[in-house]
């Protein structure tokens, strides 16, 4: 869920990492910008509301809901499901970003390949992967290892191929990628796809930010703290296909 280093797209909410491989130090940004962390937390609102809306209609217990998030990062998402009262766990390969993570809820250091290791089936009611599948060379393998830890619902997030920027690009002929470490991007269709094939279904979608600021800095943190109802609260309602990111719940099958 966090931005890499080198930071490809800071404005469009691309959140790289490199889970399932060997941990890079200093991979994820421990230390980002104002304006990266204004951008990034609409990413992180819309992964607590999939989380405690969408997914808790899945889970037949009552609150609080135990939940994983797979490849944490500095624990942003932890930080927020806690104070809601919610039993909640890290997977993250980075050991700066276990430590940052531990500050909000328990932290253990392995790759979504150690999944098993660490946990049993069943012990969790909800798992969430953000911003990882793209950088994994078998999302399939991953998603259906994910499956058999047979949770009640799961919350997935990636880079969305048809986000504006994307598209901005697509009409000006450039060939700049995403980010340096995306070996995969997805639109709506392809990932509902992906996920079938992995053995989930009944899905509930969810927008984080349709960025229409071009502006970097300071002068693009002004403009984006200004047009914030616009792109985060108006726009991923009216036009969900051109939010930054893919936000899913779904059940296994």
Known sequence: ????????????????????????????????????????KSLYQALCQAVVRDAAACVNAPAPMRVLDVGCGRGELLEQLTRLGHQVTGLEPEPNCVALASQYAT?????????????RPGQFDVIVLSHV???LSNPLKILQ????????????????VHR??????????????????????????????????????????RGDRVTINPLGGTLGLWAGRALESLEVRLL?????????SLIVTCEPR
Not at 236 to 244: D, K, N, R
Request: glycine residues 8%.
């Open 145 to 160: 290892a994910l499956r058999n830890m047979q949770a009640a619902a799961y919350v997935f997030a990636v880079p969305n």
């Open 164 to 205: 504006t920027a994307r598209l901005v690009r697509a009409l000006t002929g450039s060939e700049r990628p995403d980010h340096s470490l995306h070996l995969f991007s997805w639109g709506r269709p392809e990932f509902t796809a992906l996920l079938r094939k992995a053995g989930f279904d009944q899905f509930r979608w």
């Open 236 to 244: 991923p309602q009216v036009c969900p296909g051109l939010a930054s």
């Open 1 to 40: 869920m966090q931005a890499a280093t080198p930071h490809a797209e800071p404005a469009i909410g691309v959140f790289g990492k490199r889970i399932g491989h060997a941990p890079a130090s200093g991979h994820i940004d421990t230390s980002p910008t104002s304006r990266a962390r204004f951008l990034r």
């Open 107 to 119: 932290c253990v250091a392995g790759s979504v390949e150690d999944l098993a290791d660490h946990f």
């Open 133 to 135: 599948l793209e950088h």
